[in-house]
C-alpha cells in the first residue's frame, strides 16, 4: 500500500489493543480481514488519530489522549454526531463508519471514519506541490471559500442546531478561554491577565449564530491529488459548534503567518499561509466581510473594530498550546514535541500585548 504522508509507527504510549478493534468493527459491518497496517499521524497535538489499512480498508480512528482533559473537550460522540450532521448540507466531510461509547474496547471512547485520500497541506506545500502565485491564490481563494460555505450551512436543520448553545457565543468564548487558561497555567506559563481583562472589557455583540469549525486552517484540509485547487474534506472536528463566525474567522487567522511577520512567528507557522500568491490576513478579513454581508450584516470591518476578534484569535491558540503543554510538565506525555508549546505560549503573550498597544 502506498505511504500516506504524515503517518508514522504508533508511540508506544499512545497503542492500544488492535484485536479489540477488529472484532468490534466486524460487529459494525466492517471486517478487517487479515494483516492490519496501523500508524499514527504526529500532526494534530489534541485528539490522537490513526490510520487502518487492509486491501479492502482504509480507515481512521480518532481517540483522545491520556491525562487530564479540560472538561467538555474530547468528546468523541459529538465529534462523530457533527459530522453525520454536515454530511448532506455542507458535504466535506468524510463518511463515518461508527462511534463506540464502550471504553472497555480501548480505554476510551472513539470513532472510525473513511479515510479522504488526497493532500493536506502542512507548514509547507508537500515535495512535487509547486504553485505560481496564481495557482496558490486560487487555492487561498477556495479554503476561504470553504469557510465560507461551511458559515453559511442552513442551522435551522434539526441535526445542525443541536450543535449550538444559542446567543451569547462571544462572551462564553471569553469567559470560557480565561477559565481555561487559569486551569491549565503552569509555574513557568506568563500570566495573561492584561490580555484577558481587555477582551473582557471590549465583548462586542454576536454577528450571527452559524456553524463554526474553530480550527479552520490547511493541515485540516483536504486537496484533491489532482488538482489541488480542490477541497474535497475538512478535518477535525472536535471544536465545531453553533457561534458568531468572525470568532471563527479570528480563529483561523491566528493561524496565518504571512511573509512579513516577525521571527517569532515565523517559527510557528503550521501551514503554508506564506507562499507568493497567498491573500495577507488583512485581504482575507476584507475578502470574506465582502462575501459575507448578508449573514454578518456588514460588507466591512474597520482595523480598530477587527482588533478583538485579532486578539481573541491568537490568546485562544495560546490556551490551547497551554493545555498541551500542561499534559508535558506534568508528565502525562512523553511526546517531546509538546515541550514546544510552552515557549509558543510566551510569544502569543506578546504578540497580544503588540496587536493590543498598536505596534503590529
Given at each position: 500500500?502506498?505511504?500516506?504522508?504524515?503517518?508514522?509507527a504508533v508511540r508506544e504510549e499512545d497503542a492500544f489493543d488492535l484485536e479489540a478493534v477488529r472484532t468490534w468493527l466486524a460487529g459494525h459491518g466492517v471486517a478487517l480481514v487479515g494483516d492490519v497496517e496501523i500508524q499514527q499521524f504526529g500532526g494534530g497535538a489534541s485528539n490522537l488519530t490513526y490510520s487502518l489499512?487492509?486491501?479492502?480498508?482504509?480507515?481512521?480512528?480518532?481517540?483522545?489522549?491520556?491525562?487530564?482533559?479540560?472538561?467538555?473537550?474530547?468528546?468523541?460522540?459529538?465529534?462523530?454526531?457533527?459530522?453525520?450532521?454536515?454530511?448532506?448540507?455542507?458535504?466535506?466531510?468524510?463518511?463515518?463508519?461508527?462511534?463506540?461509547?464502550?471504553?472497555?474496547?480501548?480505554?476510551?471512547?472513539?470513532?472510525?471514519?473513511?479515510?479522504?485520500?488526497?493532500?493536506?497541506?502542512?507548514?509547507?506545500?508537500?515535495?512535487?506541490?509547486?504553485?505560481?502565485?496564481?495557482?496558490?491564490?486560487?487555492?487561498?481563494?477556495?479554503?476561504?471559500?470553504?469557510?465560507?460555505?461551511?458559515?453559511?450551512?442552513?442551522?435551522?436543520?434539526?441535526?445542525?442546531?443541536?450543535?449550538?448553545?444559542?446567543?451569547?457565543?462571544?462572551?462564553?468564548?471569553?469567559?470560557?478561554?480565561?477559565?481555561?487558561?487559569?486551569?491549565?497555567?503552569?509555574?513557568?506559563?506568563?500570566?495573561?491577565?492584561?490580555?484577558?481583562?481587555?477582551?473582557?472589557?471590549?465583548?462586542?455583540?454576536?454577528?450571527?449564530?452559524?456553524?463554526?469549525?474553530?480550527?479552520?486552517?490547511?493541515?485540516?484540509?483536504?486537496?484533491?491529488?489532482?488538482?489541488?485547487?480542490?477541497?474535497?474534506?475538512?478535518?477535525?472536528?472536535?471544536?465545531?459548534?453553533?457561534?458568531?463566525?468572525?470568532?471563527?474567522?479570528?480563529?483561523?487567522?491566528?493561524?496565518?503567518?504571512?511573509?512579513?511577520?516577525?521571527?517569532?512567528?515565523?517559527?510557528?507557522?503550521?501551514?503554508?499561509?506564506?507562499?507568493?500568491?497567498?491573500?495577507?490576513?488583512?485581504?482575507?478579513?476584507?475578502?470574506?466581510?465582502?462575501?459575507?454581508?448578508?449573514?454578518?450584516?456588514?460588507?466591512?470591518?474597520?482595523?480598530?473594530?477587527?482588533?478583538?476578534?485579532?486578539?481573541y484569535g491568537l490568546f485562544r491558540f495560546a490556551v490551547i498550546a497551554q493545555q498541551i503543554y500542561y499534559r508535558y510538565f506534568h508528565g502525562q506525555t512523553t511526546n517531546e514535541m509538546y515541550a514546544l508549546f510552552g515557549q509558543a505560549v510566551h510569544y502569543y503573550e506578546d504578540r497580544c500585548l503588540r496587536v493590543?498597544?498598536?505596534?503590529?
Open positions: 500500500m502506498a505511504e500516506i504522508e504524515g503517518a508514522a489499512r487492509t486491501p479492502e480498508h482504509d480507515l481512521i480512528l480518532r481517540r483522545p489522549p491520556a491525562g487530564q482533559k479540560a472538561k467538555g473537550a474530547h468528546d468523541m460522540g459529538r465529534e462523530y454526531r457533527i459530522q453525520s450532521a454536515l454530511q448532506e448540507p455542507f458535504g466535506l466531510v468524510p463518511e463515518m463508519v461508527a462511534f463506540c461509547e464502550d471504553e472497555s474496547v480501548i480505554g476510551s471512547e472513539f470513532y472510525v471514519m473513511r479515510r479522504l485520500d488526497g493532500i493536506i497541506p502542512r507548514r509547507d506545500l508537500p515535495e512535487g506541490l509547486d504553485l505560481d502565485e496564481t495557482r496558490a491564490r486560487a487555492l487561498c481563494t477556495t479554503f476561504v471559500d470553504t469557510l465560507i460555505k461551511l458559515h453559511r450551512v442552513d442551522t435551522s436543520l434539526p441535526e445542525v442546531a443541536a450543535m449550538g448553545k444559542g446567543t451569547g457565543y462571544v462572551e462564553r468564548q471569553i469567559g470560557g478561554w480565561s477559565t481555561r487558561y487559569r486551569n491549565a497555567h503552569t509555574e513557568d506559563a506568563p500570566g495573561f491577565e492584561k490580555v484577558m481583562a481587555w477582551l473582557a472589557e471590549r465583548m462586542p455583540a454576536d454577528v450571527a449564530n452559524c456553524v463554526i469549525h474553530n480550527d479552520f486552517r490547511f493541515d485540516n484540509v483536504v486537496l484533491a491529488a489532482d488538482d489541488p485547487s480542490t477541497i474535497i474534506g475538512v478535518l477535525d472536528w472536535e471544536m465545531a459548534t453553533l457561534g458568531d463566525p468572525l470568532m471563527d474567522l479570528g480563529g483561523n487567522l491566528a493561524y496565518w503567518v504571512q511573509p512579513d511577520d516577525d521571527e517569532g512567528f515565523q517559527l510557528v507557522r503550521r501551514q503554508p499561509s506564506n507562499v507568493p500568491g497567498m491573500m495577507t490576513r488583512a485581504e482575507i478579513v476584507a475578502y470574506y466581510c465582502e462575501q459575507m454581508a448578508d449573514v454578518i450584516g456588514r460588507s466591512s470591518i474597520t482595523p480598530e473594530e477587527w482588533k478583538f476578534y485579532e486578539v493590543i498597544d498598536g505596534s503590529i
